[in-house]
């Protein structure tokens, strides 16, 4: 009778338990993965949602400045009350402006700019421009080539004074990661369209705004891309005079 394993079957046994552990940790890696992606993909279409709301807070009751004209940045200005000046004049026109951020007071003849501010690159911001052909194999918008070339950046709000200076501390970064084609304005997902951040439509009196979030996920920096959009309709029409 035979007693005990030949020195041949533990190999074999300590192999075939390797190759079921190997399988098992490929299996627990594409999950996290799995998981880290759906992370990483929730949190940028929550920042982009955030960003869009901070937007229509004050959008629909603004009137835009030159609206024709715009694709990264966005001007406008709100009816605002201050010591001087009501909503309305006597005479029905209303008093347009900003609002100082510092002490809630409006500024007659400033304006709101939304706006997109590339990143400065290293050491304190990260790279402002992103190459498909820097990482071979990287295709940010899936159209199956790695040619394309994006700016990468924020969304930033500032107040700008009636002398065309920023009121101090007004600049407020409202999103991070934000991605246009280079140069900006162009098709990102390769559907035909542009893709600006902003559109202007007199006809109708509404703003179309577009937002691309981009992040990369792991050591490998595998990218993800996210989009979200909306339409606000304007209840003030918008104006070339301003």
């Keep these: 009778m035979k007693i005990g394993t030949t020195l041949l079957e533990l190999m074999i046994a300590t192999v075939i338990l390797l190759i079921i552990l190997g399988a098992i940790f490929a299996i627990l890696i594409s999950a996290n993965d799995a998981f880290t992606t759906g992370t990483i993909n929730n949190d940028l279409a929550r920042d982009a949602l955030l960003t869009i709301n901070n937007l229509t807070d004050n959008i629909p009751e603004c009137d835009i ?33 900003a609002v100082n951020p510092n002490n809630n007071i409006g500024i007659t003849g ?8 590339q990143y400065a690159g290293p050491p304190n911001e990260p790279a402002g421009t992103l190459n498909e052909s820097d990482n071979p194999g990287t295709d940010w918008n ?34 991070h990661n934000v991605l246009l084609t280079n140069p900006a304005g162009g098709d990102i997902d390769n559907d035909g369209s542009n893709d600006p951040i902003f559109t202007t439509i007199g006809v109708d009196n509404t703003i179309n705004i577009n937002l691309w979030l981009g992040g990369k996920l792991g050591a490998q920096q595998i990218p993800v891309i996210v989009n979200e959009r909306t339409r606000i309709m304007l209840l003030n029409p918008p104006k070339d005079d301003n």
């Design 65 to 97: 400045r030159n609206p024709s004209t715009y694709t990264t940045s966005l001007e406008i200005v709100v009816p605002v009350s201050n010591a001087t000046a009501a909503y309305w004049s006597d005479a029905g026109a209303i008093n347009w402006g």
């Design 110 to 117: 400033a304006y709101i700019k939304y706006y997109f501010e």
């Design 142 to 175: 899936r159209d199956r080539d790695v040619n394309d070339s994006f700016l990468f950046g924020k969304m930033v709000e500032v107040i700008i004074d009636p002398a065309s200076a920023p009121v101090t501390k007004s600049h407020r970064v409202l999103c």
